[in-house]
């Protein structure tokens, strides 16, 4: 009866692990599809033969033969390193960097795409100076386009002379691939960290992809701003210098965030939230983050997709889409 037990429990091991082996050649071998088939194929062969042999009773011989072929995978896998060196889309062909000297930010490579449809665009790659000293705001801005519990994450900075600038996390794609939740997890893409203009990354979200956008004044002191500002910059800078893979958990457009507020405000707690990005204004809410009022009323009134599409590429389409939002109620 033991030895039905064990066995049970290293075919379930092997099992799991040869459907995550799977997953890593399908994502990452930079083969055809029919060689990519014939890859997983082979390993499910493989793995089938090892359980036959767990189950006739040569035990030691079907552990051997798993763990050879999980070197391999393994060793394989460890030589994956992210790069710089692809065919990227046009809109992440860059990361935003900066450089700072004290109260003044020197931003190169801020997105501001003239968007027309996904495939129709005016390329615009631009350098920007902020003054620290003058940044008065922090919203949070939340994109969903369908997905139950997922959002995608956008923080937007403003200034006293009435400009905004919006940092976001994306996976950097290249021209022939698409987002996948799954891919995320087996190293199919590198992060960036942009700058954009909210005509070119919010109103994308909104007026060209059609997502729903909501926008959450954050409670920040002037010194958690700036720093935070400060982390984004850095942050591009060193994707610049080392690249670093895109992870669907662990390295993705919430969870960033959280990193550097982590630095800023010591002992946040990890939260499920964190994972389920839709529900990040909930926890920003719970730790004191956003204005004094509902939940359900910040959502309602901080929904902006309608005023996105009215205001369209109105020079003052960031005011705009602010109209009624809590913490907003005296623009200008």
Same mark, same amino acid.
């Given at each position: 009866?033991?030895?039905?037990?064990?066995?049970?429990?290293?075919?379930?091991?092997?099992?799991?692990?040869?459907?995550?082996?799977?997953?890593?050649?399908?994502?990452?071998?930079?083969?055809?599809?029919?060689?990519?088939?014939?890859?997983?194929?082979?390993?499910?062969?493989?793995?089938?033969?090892?359980?036959?042999?767990?189950?006739?009773?040569?035990?030691?011989?079907?552990?051997?033969?798993?763990?050879?072929?999980?070197?391999?995978?393994?060793?394989?896998?460890?030589?994956?390193?992210?790069?710089?060196?692809?065919?990227?889309?046009?809109?992440?062909?860059?990361?935003?960097?900066?450089?700072?000297?004290? &109260?003044?930010?020197?931003?190169?490579?801020?997105?501001?795409?003239?968007?027309?449809?996904?495939?129709?665009? &005016?390329?615009?790659?631009?350098?920007?100076?902020?003054?620290?000293?003058?940044?008065?705001?922090?919203?949070?801005?939340?994109?969903?386009?369908?997905?139950?519990?997922?959002?995608?994450?956008?923080?937007?900075?403003?200034?006293?002379?009435?400009?905004?600038?919006?940092?976001?996390?994306?996976?950097?794609?290249?021209?022939?691939?698409?987002?996948?939740?799954?891919?995320?997890?087996?190293?199919?893409?590198?992060? +960036?960290?942009?700058?954009?203009?909210?005509?070119?990354?919010?109103?994308?979200?909104? +007026?060209?992809?059609?997502?729903?956008?909501?926008?959450?004044?954050?409670?920040?002191?002037?010194?958690?701003?700036?720093?935070?500002?400060?982390?984004?910059?850095?942050?591009? +800078?060193?994707?610049?210098?080392?690249?670093?893979?895109?992870?669907?958990?662990?390295?993705?457009?919430?969870?960033?965030?959280? +990193?550097?507020?982590?630095?800023?405000?010591?002992?946040?707690?990890?939260?499920?939230?964190?994972?389920?990005?839709?529900?990040?204004?909930?926890?920003?809410?719970?730790?004191?983050?956003?204005?004094?009022?509902?939940?359900?009323?910040?959502?309602?009134?901080?929904?902006?997709?309608?005023?996105?599409?009215?205001?369209?590429?109105?020079? &003052?389409?960031?005011?705009?889409?602010?109209?009624?939002?809590?913490?907003?109620?005296?623009?200008?």
């Amino acid at each position: 009866m033991l030895r039905i037990v064990l066995v049970s429990l290293c075919s379930l091991a092997i099992l799991v692990n040869s459907i995550w082996a799977m997953l890593a050649l399908w994502y990452q071998l930079p083969w055809s599809l029919p060689a990519r088939l014939a890859a997983c194929g082979l390993w499910l062969l493989g793995t089938l033969g090892v359980l036959f042999m767990l189950w006739s009773g040569t035990t030691l011989w079907a552990i051997l033969t798993y763990l050879a072929m999980l070197i391999l995978v393994m060793l394989w896998w460890g030589r994956l390193e992210p790069t710089h060196e692809r065919d990227w889309a046009d809109d992440l062909a860059r990361i935003t960097t900066g450089v700072i000297e004290g &109260d003044r930010v020197r931003l190169k490579d801020v997105r501001n795409f003239h968007w027309r449809t996904l495939d129709d665009y &005016d390329v615009r790659w631009e350098t920007r100076e902020y003054d620290l000293s003058q940044l008065r705001s922090v919203d949070l801005i939340t994109s969903q386009w369908g997905l139950p519990g997922i959002a995608h994450i956008l923080v937007s900075f403003g200034f006293e002379d009435g400009r905004f600038i919006a940092f976001t996390v994306e996976i950097r794609r290249t021209r022939d691939q698409s987002f996948s939740a799954i891919g995320g997890f087996f190293k199919q893409f590198e992060l +960036n960290v942009l700058a954009s203009d909210e005509r070119d990354a919010v109103r994308l979200r909104t +007026n060209v992809r059609g997502e729903e956008g909501r926008i959450y004044r954050v409670r920040m002191s002037d010194r958690a701003m700036r720093r935070l500002f400060i982390a984004y910059v850095e942050e591009g +800078n060193r994707l610049a210098k080392d690249p670093r893979h895109y992870h669907t958990i662990t390295a993705n457009c919430t969870i960033i965030v959280y +990193n550097m507020m982590d630095e800023i405000i010591k002992g946040l707690p990890l939260d499920a939230r964190l994972f389920l990005s839709s529900h990040l204004p909930s926890y920003v809410k719970q730790h004191g983050g956003l204005v004094d009022r509902p939940l359900g009323e910040l959502q309602e009134l901080g929904r902006f997709t309608e005023r996105a599409r009215d205001a369209d590429q109105a020079e &003052d389409f960031s005011w705009q889409i602010r109209q009624g939002v809590p913490g907003w109620e005296s623009l200008r």
